[in-house]
Structure formats: structure tokens, C-alpha cells
T-cell receptor, first 110, second 115 residues
Framework: QKEVEQNSGPLSVPEGAIASLNCTYS??????FFWYRQYSGKSPELIMF????GDKEDGRFTAQLNKASQYVSLLIRDSQPSDSATYLCAVNTGGFKTIFGAGTRLFVKA | DAGVIQSPRHEVTEMGQEVTLRCKPI?????LFWYRQTMMRGLELLIY????????DSGMPEDRFSAKMPNASFSTLKIQPSEPRDSAVYFC?????????????FGPGTRLTVL
């Protein structure tokens, strides 16, 4: 079992719809959770982090964390073609090391 | 802030040559990470430093790979000798390990092609 798992996609949604990206992790001691966006040919860019159960909203983005289920998700409301990218889930178990998932490719159709 | 700086941005070399990648972390950050990204294997952590000290190099694929951090503002990743299978994008990232949540910030990457 991989430490951080994501569906590779591609996830295709129409413009204006809600895109839902999911991630599960194996270490129950994980403390911080991050979502990175990576455009093709570019470096990962941090867009959200969350550390307590529940929802955290930032503009069109909402991160959701459920530690009991070891599950973290990212919702993108009013999806735009510019949101088309690979989204990486990352988990920190405390200390120095952060584990990255393989990423989910999102395609927003105009 | 200038962000994480990496050089060169692109490197094309021939098999057997030595390759040195360079990284300048964000000022004030005390941790530095080297990653390699390929289509097949995704983003792989190679090594990370805290306060200039290597903490975990278990991700370094072979003895051909080595990394140093002589001071808080500079790190190198060296491959000697290079092989075609080393072709990838190499990212450097930095973070502040303290009371924050350890978010990492990535440099633009070095695209390495070994012929």
C-alpha cells in the first residue's frame, strides 16, 4: 500500500462545475496535509494546507480533512480551464519528511 | 522574496559526464529537499537537510549521486558519472521546520537530459 494514494485521472469536468479531488493516506500520525498544483512543465505550487478536521476555504478552493477515515480532499468550485493541471496531495507525519502522492490530472473543458 | 533559485534550468550532457545542480533556498528556511520527477515514477524525494545537516538520504538511488549543503544558502546535487536513466526534472524545495506546518516551496527545477 502506498503511503499517499490518489486517483491518477484524468478527471474531466465542464467549465463552471465543481471538481473534487481525493487523497487517502496510511499513517494515522500524519499532522499536516497539503495540496499542490503543477502545470505541465512547471514546478509544484502550494495552493492549500489543512491540519485539523473539517473544511478550510480559500476563494474557490476548499480542503476537507477527515482524520478518522484518513482522507483529504480538494474541491474547486466554478472550475476554469486555467485550473487544468496535476494536483498533488502531500502529507507530513511530523518532523521533516513530507510524502507526495502521484497526483491527479484535472482537465476543465471550456 | 526571490523564492527558491535553481541553476541551470536545463542541462544536456553525455553519458559518463559529471553533472552538478545548484540550489539557493528561501532566506530564513532551515530545511532543504532534493526531488526527482519522471513520468514513470512521479515525484521522488532524494535527500533532505535540516540546518545544513543531511537527515535522510535513503532516496538517493545510487552512489553516483551525492549532495552537499555547505551553508544555509546553498546546496548542490552531483551525479558522477551520469547515465541516460538519470534524465528527469530535478526540483529543490525549502521550508521552515518549526512551529509552522512544514509547507515546502519549490524551485523552478532543472531539466536534465543525459544522452
Amino acid at each position: 500500500q502506498k503511503e499517499v494514494e490518489q486517483n491518477s485521472g484524468p478527471l474531466s469536468v465542464p467549465e463552471g462545475a465543481i471538481a473534487s479531488l481525493n487523497c487517502t493516506y496510511s499513517d494515522r500520525g500524519s499532522q499536516s496535509f497539503f495540496w499542490y498544483r503543477q502545470y505541465s512543465g512547471k514546478s509544484p505550487e502550494l495552493i492549500m494546507f489543512i491540519y485539523s478536521n473539517g473544511d478550510k476555504e480559500d476563494g474557490r478552493f476548499t480542503a476537507q480533512l477527515n482524520k478518522a477515515s484518513q482522507y483529504v480532499s480538494l474541491l474547486i468550485r466554478d472550475s476554469q480551464p486555467s485550473d487544468s493541471a496535476t494536483y498533488l496531495c502531500a502529507v507530513n507525519t511530523g518532523g521533516f519528511k513530507t510524502i507526495f502522492g502521484a497526483g491527479t490530472r484535472l482537465f476543465v473543458k471550456a | 522574496d526571490a523564492g527558491v533559485i535553481q541553476s541551470p534550468r536545463h542541462e544536456v550532457t553525455e553519458m559518463g559526464q559529471e553533472v552538478t545542480l545548484r540550489c539557493k533556498p528561501i532566506s530564513g528556511h532551515n530545511s532543504l529537499f532534493w526531488y526527482r520527477q519522471t513520468m514513470m515514477r512521479g515525484l521522488e524525494l532524494l535527500i533532505y537537510f535540516n540546518n545544513n545537516v543531511p537527515i535522510d538520504d535513503s532516496g538517493m538511488p545510487e552512489d553516483r549521486f551525492s549532495a552537499k549543503m555547505p551553508n544555509a544558502s546553498f546546496s548542490t546535487l552531483k551525479i558522477q558519472p551520469s547515465e541516460p536513466r538519470d534524465s528527469a526534472v530535478y526540483f529543490c524545495a525549502s521550508s521552515y521546520q518549526g512551529v509552522s506546518y512544514n509547507e515546502q516551496f519549490f524551485g523552478p527545477g532543472t531539466r536534465l537530459t543525459v544522452l
